[in-house]
């Protein structure tokens, strides 16, 4: 009995001495279809609004997506740049783009050529701090052909990130392939309820309806968020080690 006392207490002493968990930041950048919403557009939600609940006390999110962005324009806006002077080494920082810089009647579209080579600026930029850049392909847009079978509109940009990930030897979440599996497992119909599809009057801030495939309700921002934790998952070990813990019952 007295040496079974002596166990627990040296147990006890151990948990307490063990080191507390350094503090980091994982930061998004992005563009709408990952950023914080304003009101006026509610319901519409970026999957980066959710992913913060996912955590433990260790870590902060900080969500620098924003609408409409594109790798050019992200970093013209410095918006790459309050990454790199808000973040420290060990920071973790997921990097997802293509819905704009594949959209040629875009201002801010870029070339094939100038995607890869900004994405590899992010990552190399990224290492120099000792960050831990992730790459997401764009998410999958909503698109059925006439037999029901989802298509993809992201096969090219998404690619580009596949091997820029490949080539500088930095973890891949393919957003693209996830997406559009969901989407298909809940059907034509059903997958409407994970993006901005409303009837005229349904909601006060689209008095006139709404039929959007590639932004996101609650629930499809929930989902979207909940693939990117899975991959982390999988992925990265010593983040999932931050995941928030269900309390014991």
């Given at each position: 009995?007295?040496?079974?006392?002596?166990?627990?207490?040296?147990?006890?002493?151990?948990?307490?001495?063990?080191?507390?968990?350094?503090?980091?930041?994982?930061?998004?950048?992005?563009?709408?279809t990952?950023?914080?919403?304003?009101?006026?557009?509610?319901?519409?939600?970026?999957?980066?609004?959710?992913?913060?609940?996912?955590?433990?006390?260790?870590?902060?999110?900080?969500?620098?997506?924003?609408?409409?962005?594109?790798?050019?324009?992200?970093?013209?806006?410095?918006?790459?740049?309050?990454?790199?002077?808000?973040?420290?080494?060990?920071?973790y920082?997921?990097?997802?783009?293509?819905?704009?810089?594949?959209?040629?009647?875009?201002?801010?579209?870029?070339?094939?050529?100038?995607?890869?080579?900004?994405?590899?600026?992010?990552?190399?930029?990224?290492?120099?701090?000792?960050?831990?850049?992730?790459?997401?392909?764009?998410?999958?847009?909503?698109?059925?052909?006439s037999?029901?079978?989802?298509?993809?509109?992201?096969?090219?940009?998404?690619?580009?990130?596949?091997?820029?990930?490949?080539?500088?030897?930095?973890?891949?979440?393919?957003?693209?392939?996830?997406?559009?599996?969901?989407?298909?497992?809940?059907?034509?119909?059903?997958?409407?309820l994970?993006?901005?599809?409303?009837?005229?009057?349904?909601?006060?801030?689209?008095?006139?309806?709404?039929?959007?495939?590639?932004?996101?309700?609650?629930?499809?921002?929930?989902?979207?968020?909940?693939?990117?934790l899975?991959?982390?998952?999988?992925?990265?070990?010593?983040?999932?080690?931050?995941?928030?813990?269900?309390?014991?019952?």
């Amino acid at each position: 009995m007295k040496k079974n006392g002596l166990i627990f207490s040296a147990l006890l002493l151990f948990a307490f001495s063990l080191p507390e968990k350094k503090r980091i930041k994982i930061f998004i950048a992005g563009d709408s279809t990952a950023s914080i919403k304003e009101t006026k557009a509610y319901p519409e939600t970026g999957w980066g609004m959710p992913f913060v609940y996912f955590w433990d006390s260790t870590v902060t999110v900080v969500n620098k997506a924003k609408n409409g962005r594109s790798t050019k324009s992200f970093r013209n806006e410095n918006l790459w740049q309050q990454i790199l002077d808000e973040s420290s080494e060990g920071d973790y920082v997921f990097i997802q783009f293509g819905h704009n810089d594949e959209v040629p009647t875009k201002s801010n579209a870029t070339t094939e050529i100038e995607f890869r080579n900004n994405l590899t600026v992010f990552v190399n930029e990224a290492k120099s701090k000792k960050l831990n850049s992730i790459l997401l392909t764009p998410v999958a847009r909503r698109k059925f052909d006439s037999t029901g079978k989802i298509v993809g509109t992201h096969d090219v940009y998404a690619q580009i990130v596949k091997e820029v990930a490949a080539k500088e030897k930095v973890p891949l979440i393919d957003m693209d392939k996830k997406g559009q599996v969901l989407y298909q497992q809940m059907g034509v119909e059903n997958s409407k309820l994970l993006f901005l599809q409303l009837k005229p009057g349904e909601h006060p801030n689209y008095p006139e309806g709404k039929e959007d495939n590639t932004h996101f309700s609650e629930l499809g921002a929930r989902l979207i968020a909940q693939l990117v934790l899975s991959e982390i998952k999988k992925q990265m070990p010593e983040l999932a080690d931050r995941i928030v813990k269900p309390a014991v019952k």
